[in-house]
T-cell receptor, first 112, second 115 residues
């Protein structure tokens, strides 16, 4: 059965620090998708990135970067030079076919 | 504006009183899904629908019903709510009709309290 583990429940950093959010997944399928979503204090869910299982290229988008490693079943998310506006709960998710499994989330607090 | 809407946004009800949370999307998406969010558990999938008249159970379907009679609407029905269904509920839709490989667009959430 598919499973997503976000071992870091809460992380607190000071502004401008780099921070990495870990995501480890389990699946028996060879075709699957991985996602990261952000949930700011206002409560909505904001899509950040999608990766399919055949694309292990790392991706960078501004201060955000993602490291997908099939060998370790990990899809980690790094924020460089964090800002107060990055404070949110971040969810990693795994999709196989039609169902979707989310991790428990990591609450990131960035202090000024 | 492309969006997923949910109503009501907040609801306080009593045990056993049937309720429906509506979800509607204007993006002509085939796939729709319901999730509940509870502290420490993340989001858990309740039901999903691949297209009109096609639905299937997610991880936590007990106590819930859904229907998909029109492509744009996917209501969540609690026929006899219980306090353990107190939660934050999200509806989502996606363009992908071959699974959730597509980006899911989420509604604003419905906070339900069952006393």
């Amino acid at each position: 059965a598919q499973k997503v583990t976000q071992a870091q429940t809460e992380i607190s950093v000071v502004e401008k620090e780099d921070v990495t959010l870990d995501c480890v997944y389990e699946t028996r399928d060879t075709t699957y998708y991985l996602f990261w979503y952000k949930q700011p204090p206002s409560g909505e869910l904001v899509f950040l990135i999608r990766r399919n299982s055949f694309d292990e290229q790392n991706e960078i988008s501004g201060r955000y970067s993602w490291n997908f490693q099939k060998s370790t079943s990990s899809f980690n998310f790094t924020i460089t030079a964090s800002q107060v506006v990055d404070s949110a709960v971040y969810f990693c998710a795994l999709s196989e076919g039609y169902d979707m499994r989310f991790g428990a989330g990591t609450r990131l607090t960035v202090k000024p | 504006e492309a969006q997923v809407t949910q109503n009501p946004r907040y609801l306080i009800t009593v045990t056993g009183k049937k309720l429906t949370v509506t979800c509607s999307q204007n993006m002509n998406h085939e796939y729709m899904s319901w999730y509940r969010q509870d502290p420490g558990l993340g989001l858990r999938q309740i039901y999903y629908s691949m297209n009109v008249e096609v639905t299937d159970k997610g991880d936590v379907p007990e106590g819930y019903k859904v229907s998909r009679k029109e492509k744009r609407n996917f209501p969540l029905i609690l026929e006899s709510p219980s306090p353990n269904q107190t939660s934050l509920y999200f509806c989502a839709s996606s363009l992908s009709d071959s699974g959730t490989g597509g980006e899911q667009y989420f509604g604003p959430g419905t906070r339900l309290t069952v006393t």
